[in-house]
């Protein structure tokens, strides 16, 4: 049957997605608990505790809880447009998971255009969060889809440029190319910038603070999810867990080696396992962290971040790596010149962050407060 399987590439391919089917809602499960344990200690709390020893088996009480609760739909919705929205978020997810190697053995498939094609997939989600809000009939939800749409349209751009930056570094969009060549050096080493524009895009793309407008419960009660229920609403939450490790693992292949560094190319499969879990869940436990360290910025501030000073240095990262590629520069100036582009674009954060950017009139006395970033 092993051999069968491995001559017939469309069961091989079916039988691997069938595991990654089955091995994400658990995982979601455990990141659930995960994020509720770790927020809770952040903010001196115990976090779950009632269920199970420690709280573990609270995301397996709160899957059936969602498995059989009641699935409502407002009677003015649009009820193709409803029901579909949430496929066209979640199914993109898992597209995206066949191109992605967790090690260099366990992967779905490997393509000479993996990078590419992740990054083109992950972008069809936006139509989906439109879709939710459009369909819901509910002005919130509406308002909630608007932004979201905007969000990720405006941050999926510096997010695909920082990974352009290192694929013209690598001279590949093949995944296992890109580890390959960090076999000594993470290109973490030669991107700082790249890097840190990756992360707060990431953060963007999850909907994760400071970027949680699209669905801030205090402005849009829910946003685009609000009029969905049950197995509906899991769904949204599920497609939210998956995409923060695909970002998370991405991140660890493109940037700090994959399962290759800080080694060789020739790790065992455990070490190489360990490597990717280690490097996968500190991304996690900091986009985790984030979320309960950082205020929410405003619609204009988060707009202006994107487009005012994360493109026009990326386009700078880009145009580095173009310099010392055509006149074929040493490799330590491509960490010189990055590095000095990053702390200028947190010189340009910290200075807009001080500025006064809205204007308040109070007592007849305009005077403006609060700040650009």
């Known amino acids: 049957m092993i051999f069968l399987l491995a001559d017939n590439v469309w069961l091989d391919s079916l039988l ?11 995982g979601v499960i455990m990141l659930t608990w995960v994020e509720r344990k770790v927020i809770g200690r952040l903010q001196q709390r115990l976090g779950p505790m009632r269920v199970g020893p420690y709280g573990l088996l609270q995301g397996i009480a709160d899957t059936i809880k969602l498995l059989t609760k009641e699935d ?16 066209v978020i979640v199914v993109p997810v898992f597209m995206a998971a066949v191109a992605l190697p967790f090690t260099a053995d366990i992967f779905v498939r490997n393509m000479a255009l993996g990078l590419f094609y992740i990054l083109a997939v992950s972008g069809l989600g936006i139509v989906g969060f439109v879709m939710a809000g459009w369909g819901s009939d509910n002005k919130y939800a509406l308002l909630g889809g608007v932004r979201a749409g905007a969000q990720l349209i405006s ?20 995944l296992y190319t ?5 076999d000594d050096t993470p290109f973490i080493a030669y991107q700082p910038l790249a890097f840190i524009i990756f992360v707060i895009a990431g953060l963007a793309e999850l ?12 402005e849009v009660v829910g946003g685009p999810s609000v009029e969905y229920s049950g197995i509906r ?12 490790v695909l970002i998370s693992v991405l991140a660890s292949l493109i940037f700090l080696g994959g399962w290759i560094w800080p080694f060789n190319s020739d790790n065992a499969t455990w070490l190489q396992v360990l490597l990717m879990a280690v490097k996968t869940s500190a991304f996690i436990l900091f986009f985790m962290w984030m979320r309960v360290s950082v205020p929410r910025l405003r619609i204009d501030q988060l707009m202006a971040l994107c487009w005012q000073i994360l493109l026009p240095f990326t386009f700078l990262q880009i145009i580095i790596n173009g310099l010392v590629l055509v006149y074929d520069w ?4 491509l960490s010189v010149l990055s ?35």
Request: hydrophobic share 55%; charged share 10%; proline share 5%.
């Open 72 to 87: 409502v739909r407002p009677a003015s919705a649009d009820r193709l447009t409803f029901e579909l929205a949430v496929f």
């Open 16 to 26: 691997r997605m069938a595991i990654i089917g089955a091995l994400v809602p658990v």
């Open 178 to 182: 890109l580890v390959a060549l960090q």
């Open 155 to 174: 941050y999926e751009i510096p997010l695909i440029l920082a990974a352009v930056a290192v694929a013209m570094l690598g001279q590949s969009l093949n």
């Open 330 to 333: 040493p490799d330590w100036t």
């Open 233 to 244: 609403w899991s769904m949204f939450q599920m497609g939210e867990f998956v995409s923060l």
């Open 207 to 218: 909907y994760r603070q400071p970027f949680d407008i699209p669905v801030a419960e205090s």
């Open 339 to 373: 590095g000095a582009a990053a702390i200028a674009m947190g010189y340009v954060v910290y200075t807009a962050a001080r500025r006064s950017g809205v204007l308040y009139q109070t007592s007849g006395v305009a005077q403006r407060v609060g700040s650009v970033l």
